[in-house]
């Protein structure tokens, strides 16, 4: 990792704490929009039946969910600090070829997740089936290649989790896309989804470590 100057830090701050927040698209999904939403079944039902606009079939199961603008909402919102966390935080490592892919794909990821919320899978399935799927695979990508670049960057425990995380995301999204047995497609897509999501607040908030030891570190010497 470069050395850490006080604009870094002042960006790493708040690119790890864009990350961390990420973590409210659980409470929201599964805190307050899951426990008002009608027939949920978390290994039958995708995720994206949360953000449906009016009762209906959704994957073949009837479906309802009354609190659906707070899940669209925490959708896009996720979506823009996980694109913009991903521009902030490139200055953990020198610029390269292989450095602007991972932040990149991660920042698409990000772009899909947006587009998710906007677009209600009862309302556009198309888009909303093609900006899950970027988010998907473009987040676990991004989140192997990641941790790849911290193993290299001694950090071999950090990396290795994130290797697997987004190994299983990506075993888990093609499953899901190739639509295996509805009884299990909820579970398939929050296998693809939760790992990677998780290793990104994670690592938002080692960033948040790190940046705060640095920036100190930076204090002392002067």
């Known amino acids: 990792m470069r050395e850490l100057t006080f604009t870094a830090s002042r960006?790493?701050?708040a690119g790890g704490f864009l990350w961390a927040s990420l973590i409210q698209i659980f409470v929201v999904n599964n805190?307050?929009?899951?426990?008002?939403?009608?027939?949920?079944?978390?290994?039958e039902h995708i995720i994206s039946?949360?953000?449906?606009?009016?009762?209906?079939?959704?994957?073949?199961?009837?479906?309802?969910?009354?609190?659906?603008?707070?899940?669209?909402?925490?959708w896009i919102v996720g979506g823009v600090c996980l694109t913009s966390a991903a521009v902030l935080n490139?200055?953990?490592?020198?610029?390269?070829?292989?450095?602007?892919?991972?932040?990149?794909?991660?920042?698409v990821s990000g772009l899909g997740l947006v587009s998710t919320g906007f677009n209600p899978y009862n309302l556009r399935p198309s888009v909303h089936l093609l900006s899950a799927g970027t988010c998907f695979f473009c987040g676990a990508v991004g989140v192997l290649l990641l941790?790849?670049?911290?193993?290299?960057?001694?950090?071999?425990?950090?990396?290795?989790?994130?290797?697997?995380?987004?190994?299983?995301?990506?075993?888990?999204?093609?499953?899901?896309?190739?639509?295996?047995?509805?009884?299990?497609q909820?579970?398939?897509?929050?296998?693809?989804?939760?790992?990677?999501?998780?290793w990104i607040i994670w690592t938002?908030?080692?960033?948040?470590?790190?940046?705060?030891?640095?920036?100190?570190g930076i204090r002392g010497g002067q």
């Open 11 to 13: 960006r790493l701050t």
């Open 49 to 74: 039946a949360l953000g449906v606009t009016r009762c209906g079939l959704i994957g073949g199961f009837r479906f309802c969910s009354p609190w659906h603008e707070a899940a669209d909402i925490a």
């Open 90 to 107: 490139m200055v953990i490592f020198p610029a390269d070829r292989l450095r602007n892919l991972t932040f990149g794909v991660l920042a």
């Open 31 to 43: 805190l307050i929009v899951l426990p008002r939403a009608s027939s949920q079944n978390l290994e």
């Open 147 to 184: 941790g790849a670049m911290l193993r290299q960057a001694r950090r071999p425990y950090w990396g290795a989790a994130g290797i697997v995380c987004g190994v299983t995301s990506i075993v888990s999204a093609t499953l899901t896309a190739l639509r295996p047995d509805p009884g299990v």
């Open 186 to 198: 909820g579970l398939f897509e929050r296998i693809a989804a939760w790992p990677s999501v998780v």
């Open 204 to 216: 938002g908030a080692f960033i948040l470590v790190f940046t705060r030891r640095a920036a100190n």
